[in-house]
């Protein structure tokens, strides 16, 4: 393993065991350090990815090793934006976990050098692939406050005041804070969407070619878009806001490595190991 | 300086005394003065300052002659109370020294409270101890003794979780409710009913910003005299249905034998309102609240047996908390120890030296007187030389006196020196 990949996955090992302290002994500077040490390897990780693509010359997102770097990176990199914005600091301990775990499996999977590949080249693609990522780690995020608005309110109505009763914020705030995150998410998403589109259209010469991946992405995006919609309307929140957030990341997960590994597609290069 | 002074605390507290008594002897801030100006007389007594509130009495006091000095306090009490000694002595209880220490720092840290950790005892023993700085009734000893005190009782808040979790259903209704809401501001509220606790809960919750009150009574006219009371909005009683949309907290403490909120009514609403989130807090009994509201989704029902329940469980925690309070305690009771008794090497040092150096000067004396033919400069020599001798052999004592040896030891090194150069004679 490159020792630069290592140091990257020491510091979000090192900031996975300090929100989880953080978690049983809610010192305030735990979760500061744990900020800080996601925050250092956040830093590292971007210089690695950078080095990577200098050296290699194509954007990494030619295997499942390069792919899914890039999604730790962009979960790590949002995460961080978001913690600075709302200070929901618990979602430290699903985030940080999170980051670690995506960037172990990737380091364990092989890095055979790709062949050059002309169409990995192109400034519409790299928006594309960085739209995505960014916008789906958003969504990523927005599971995490939905899983722990579930966990809090299971505790609230349930009137068993447990471990986490104390631990965790207000159901306004994870609700508030999920909330903010699919909206971001949904609309980098979007625009992640629609350079793919034109993308599509420069290379193939059409928007859309009823690819797998291309069908489940647009599923995707009518979920969140019926979400939104609902919310806004209706005023669909908490509970049930939730419970979509959770269940559209499930079908992002699908969409990102499910159709790849199920389905065959032009996204297949992605997720070759 | 001969014997040491002590440091004596007499008073009586909720677990000693009835509340009877408690009221009976309870002093006001005019007595406080006139009793530390009485106390200040009296030779027995060095430093004084006397504390009252609802739970306990207590004077703490520095003194020369404890036997004379406790006497002298219980009859003025009785004096002043017009309550003769023998029907308050049995609840008195007298700590002398370390336990003294002990039962301030502990009173201050509210681990002698009734409820623990309720945060109004250290304000109520600053106050008494300002008291006793104006009358110049407190000296070295007490602002000391009273610095670390206050020391101690923010320690343990912060290191400890016994302030933390409320132990009143009001407040623990309020702190659901901030798990739910986060803040409570532009929060509306609406009561439904009167009675003290929930009155209480809505207090909280306009301390804590919530903005708009309604309040609704069977009776008109007392829902008035609320509303106006918490700058809100009476309703009739059969508005309340209607108010559901727009409020988010509801506090219902009435006598109804039925529901005054349904499952249906809330469930109605839930699209009206956005699907935000509402917050009941039924305190009354038989129930206001239909308890199957708490099944609807963004509604949540807490009824009096809920909270008594929180409260219950966040008692036990404080005490869990007042454990590791009473460590700090201990700590401190054994710093203090030792600052005290630093008190008494200094003045034997002192004493020390200044016996060596009489003896010095007396025998130098003696010895020029026969030695007329030494030149001034000579004397000069011979004094140096003095001065020299004395300091070397004080200089081991003096460090073994000054060093941090455990201190019971420590006070056995002071007791023999003093023998040894027979410095308590010297002074009386």
């Not at chain 2, 912060?158 to 409570?184: P, Q």
């Not at chain 2, 454990?323 to 005290?340: H, N, P, T």
């Amino acid at each position: 393993m490159e020792p630069v990949l290592l140091v990257v996955i020491i510091f979000y090992m090192l900031s996975t065991i300090g929100y989880l302290i953080y978690l049983f002994l809610q010192k305030d500077y735990l979760q500061k350090s744990g900020f800080y040490l996601l925050a250092t390897g956040f830093l590292c990780h971007t210089v690695e990815l950078g080095y990577q693509f200098v050296q290699s010359g194509h954007f990494p997102v030619s295997n499942l090793y390069e792919t899914l770097s890039l999604a730790a990176w962009a979960i790590a990199g949002v995460f961080l934006l978001f913690q600075y914005r709302y200070r929901l600091k618990i979602l430290g301990i699903y985030a940080a976990p999170l980051v670690t775990f995506v960037m172990v499996i990737a380091a364990r999977l092989p890095k055979v050098p790709s062949e050059t590949q002309t169409i990995l080249n192109s400034v519409w693609l790299v928006v594309h692939v960085v739209a995505i990522f960014i916008g789906e780690a958003a969504l990523a995020l927005a599971c995490g406050a939905g899983l722990l608005y579930l966990l809090q309110e299971n505790n609230i109505k349930s009137k068993k005041r447990g471990f986490f009763f104390k631990r965790l914020p207000s159901l306004e705030l994870l609700d508030h804070t999920g909330y903010a995150c699919i909206v971001t998410g949904f609309t980098i998403m979007t625009f992640g969407l629609i350079t793919g589109l034109i993308y599509a259209k420069s290379i193939w010469g059409r928007f859309w070619s009823w690819d797998p991946k291309e069908v489940w992405s647009g599923i995707t995006w009518l979920l969140y878009a019926a979400l939104l919609h609902q919310r806004l309307t209706f005023g669909w929140r908490g509970r049930r806001a939730a419970i979509m957030a959770i269940i559209g990341f499930a079908v992002i997960l699908f969409t990102f490595l499910g159709v790849n590994f199920f389905l065959k597609g032009h996204h297949g290069d992605f997720t070759r190991l | 300086m001969g014997s040491m002074l002590d440091i004596v605390l007499l008073g009586l507290n909720h677990k000693t005394a009835s509340v009877a008594l408690r009221e009976c002897l309870a002093i006001s801030e005019d007595e406080t003065s006139v009793a530390l100006k009485a106390f200040q007389e009296l030779p027995a007594i060095r430093e004084v300052m006397l504390f009252s509130t609802c739970n306990r009495v207590e004077v703490l006091m520095i003194v020369q002659e404890k036997k004379n000095a406790v006497g002298a306090v219980k009859d003025f009490l009785s004096e002043l109370k017009q309550l003769p000694v023998s029907e308050f002595e049995k609840s008195l209880y007298i700590h002398e020294g370390d336990d003294a220490v002990r039962h301030v720092f502990r009173v201050a840290a509210s681990l002698d409270s009734m409820v623990v950790g309720e945060p109004q005892i250290l304000g109520q023993i600053k106050e008494a101890y300002q008291m006793a700085a104006t009358k110049k009734t407190s000296g070295v000893l007490l602002n000391k003794l009273l610095h670390r005190t206050f020391f101690v009782a923010k320690r343990i808040r912060t290191e400890t979780g016994i302030g933390d979790n409320a132990v009143s259903i009001s407040y623990a209704a309020v702190e659901l409710g901030r798990k739910i809401f986060g803040t409570f501001e532009g929060k509306k509220v609406l009561l439904i009913g009167a009675g003290e606790m929930a009155e209480l809960a809505v207090e909280h919750l306009i301390r804590n910003r919530a903005e708009d009150i309604l309040v609704a009574n069977r009776t008109f006219e007392t829902g008035v005299d609320l509303a106006m009371k918490f700058k809100g909005q009476a309703i009739r009683f059969d508005e309340i249905e209607n108010a559901l949309k727009q409020v988010d907290i509801i506090i219902s403490s009435t006598g109804s034998p039925n529901y005054v909120v349904t499952r249906d009514h809330v469930k109605g609403i839930a699209r009206r309102r956005h699907n935000r989130p509402l917050f009941f807090i039924d305190i009354a009994v038989p129930r206001d609240i239909d308890p199957e509201i708490n099944r609807l989704s963004n509604s949540y029902v807490y009824d009096i047996d809920d909270l008594q329940g929180i409260v219950d469980e966040n008692v036990e925690d404080r005490n869990k908390e007042a454990i590791k309070g009473e460590r700090i305690v201990d700590e401190a009771v054994i710093s203090f120890r030792r600052w005290y008794e630093n008190l008494e090497v200094t003045p034997t040092i002192v004493e020390l030296r200044k016996k060596i150096e009489e003896v010095a000067k007396g025998e130098l004396k003696k010895t020029q007187h026969t030695l007329r033919h030494l030149s001034a400069d000579d004397i000069m020599a011979i004094n140096r030389m003095t001065d020299a001798m004395v300091n070397k052999i004080l200089h081991d004592p003096t460090m073994l006196l000054k060093s941090n040896e455990r201190h019971q030891e420590k006070s056995v090194y002071l007791d023999v020196t003093r023998k040894l150069f027979k410095l308590d004679n010297n002074t009386s």
